[in-house]
């Protein structure tokens, strides 16, 4: 395969044949990036190296950590705040400071106020200071999501059990709940309340306002089985359908998944704790403990970039190995 | 007397720790102390509950063990006993059965997970 480039629609130095050969990165868990055509190919540590920032003009960048476990201690990983520490060692050494993060839950293992307190204070050493949450279901386990909403949604006018909407640079963000109140037999859920909010909150907007929507369960459904979709999503995406650009960006099943369907472009983040096996190879779902040496390149985070005038964001996973 | 009694026992096995709580739904609390437990186990194991329906007579334990890296709950359907707290790995939850009948639950972490307790006179 030859390395020139035939179509640069978006003059960003990348094609289809680049991005398939991105895609074919994707098998071996290293690093891959895609965006309905904006493509942007470097990991951090080359970042740093170079002194370049990821993309060469950005209106905005921001990125997604997720299911960092604080407070988990088996096989998988007998140090989850040390690989969070190291995540936020990436993050402190980009030349050009993500305007903020997002973290899409399971902050904690077990919503215990010593692992929220551990996780704050780690937070503390990261030079982004700006934080929006989703809670995941392992921080609302036994009192319904008060403690976490008490902690997390200061800087948001949080609705219903939690969820949100702001903007930045023009760009509309969501933040959904769809870990609570679940049914028996079902899968991830965001209820009748928050959908009727989701459809009044996007009402006035134009239609080419790009829509970034975050929550913990996949907002697709990845693998019913493992409980790995949210079973109203369908509802949520039928009132974003009319926008030109939708990023869905999810937690939860601790690996890099992607799905671009219409406009919408659906990605899970890996987690800064414990894999977990592909759809379908394991028993279960339950963490996946890989040979030490393994470990750290299958933990990682997530680089959004957004350039005004470009049909899609640039969705960049980096793995902390 | 149509009430549901149940007793909930959560054990810190690894630790030697057991913490002591008794929890009714409605109508009065029994205390039928530990006579009997171990007699209705229900393992957690690989996201799933082991068996996955059980039969027990009214007024026996049923006991639940999380043998999962992950927790998992045991929350009635139809709410009809106070649910788990969020079980660790190797922690353990009872109830004790109370009118005969049949009581669906699911795990609230993970509902997929889902389970049947038969009760019989």
Redesign the interface.
Known sequence: MSNYISHDHEHDGIDRRGFLKCMAWAGTGVLWTISGGVLVSKTLAEVAKTGSSLPTATDLSFLQISDSHIG?N???NKDVTETFKIALDRINAMPTPPSFLIHTGDIT???KPEEFDTFDQILKSCRTKDVFYVPG??DV??DGGKMYRERYLKNVQGKGSGWYSFNKNGVHFIGLVNVLD??????GQLGDEQLEWLENDVKGLGGDTPIVVFAHIPLWTVY????WGTSDSERALGYLKRFGSVTVLNGHIHQVLQKVEGNVTFHTAMSTAFPQPAPGTA?????LTVPAEKLRSMLGLTSVQYKQGTTALAVVDTTLS | MNTLISKIKIAAVLCGISGFSVLALAGEMKDTGTDGAGQNKIEIK???FNPQTITVKSGEKITWINR????H?V?S?EKQFKKS??L??DQEFTVVAGSPGTY???C?????M?GTIVVKQ
């Open positions: 988990f088996k096989a998988a293992q077990l919503s279901e392992h386990l036994n679940l049914q028996a037999g079902g899968l019913p089985q493992w409980g028993p279960s779902p339950g963490p | 690989d996201f799933a999962d890296e992950e927790p709950t929350v359907v707290p969020a660790d790995t669906s639950y699911f609230s972490v993970h509902p997929k889902t």
